[in-house]
């Protein structure tokens, strides 16, 4: 495969960035991030009132205008962690991207997404705020359906919280109640 599956979405300044690391086969079918409907990224994004209601998958490319980015870190392969190989991650892009586009924090929907930015096995990441990462990282339990054993709606609530709190203008103004 020659180029990105997904493109990614990304200026300078974002409020959060997202990162996965890599799309699903739906998700590149659909051409559109998170785009299982068993994968609970935008329900989520939705109950906790980062986006507004009617945001859909297709609507990825209008991040942005809410302070929100998306990346991934294999750029070019599509599948589940357990289909990847280590030489499909590209952290030197996504850390240069990041560099780049400079925005306040990075969240990895993913342990393994940020044990190939960090550098660290799965087992040593913890869920939440990442001290030493080089940028302001936070780690969350994966939304997809097939890591449903380690869902916890909390973490990405936290998460929330601490975007409302940047009082960035652009951040959806609806309030969720908690989840």
């Known amino acids: 495969m020659t180029g990105d599956v997904l493109p990614d979405v990304l ?15 739906i998700s590149a079918q659909q051409g559109a991030y998170y785009g299982n409907p068993a994968n609970r990224f935008w329900p989520t994004l939705r109950q906790i009132g980062l986006i507004p209601p009617d945001f859909a998958a297709a609507d990825f490319r ?11 870190m ?36 993913s342990k393994k997404a940020a044990s190939v930015y960090l550098q660290r096995p799965t087992q040593q990441i913890a869920y939440g705020w ?33 975007v409302r709190q940047t009082g960035d203008p652009r951040v959806y103004k609806q309030e969720s109640g908690r989840a």
Not at 98 to 105: C, F, H, L, N, T
């Open 130 to 162: 990442q001290p030493s990462a080089g940028l302001a990282a936070y780690v969350l339990p994966s939304p997809s359906g097939a890591a449903i054993s380690y869902w916890d709606i909390h973490w990405w609530q936290d998460l929330a919280d601490w």
């Open 11 to 25: 200026e300078r300044g974002l409020v959060l960035v997202f990162c996965g690391t890599a799309p699903s086969r």
């Open 74 to 109: 294999a750029k070019q392969a599509i599948g589940n962690d357990s289909d990847l190989r280590h030489t499909d991650f590209d952290r030197e892009r996504f850390a240069a991207a990041m560099r780049r586009y400079e925005p306040r924090a990075v969240a990895f929907t």
């Open 62 to 72: 209008q991040l942005p205008q809410y302070g929100l980015g998306l990346t991934d």
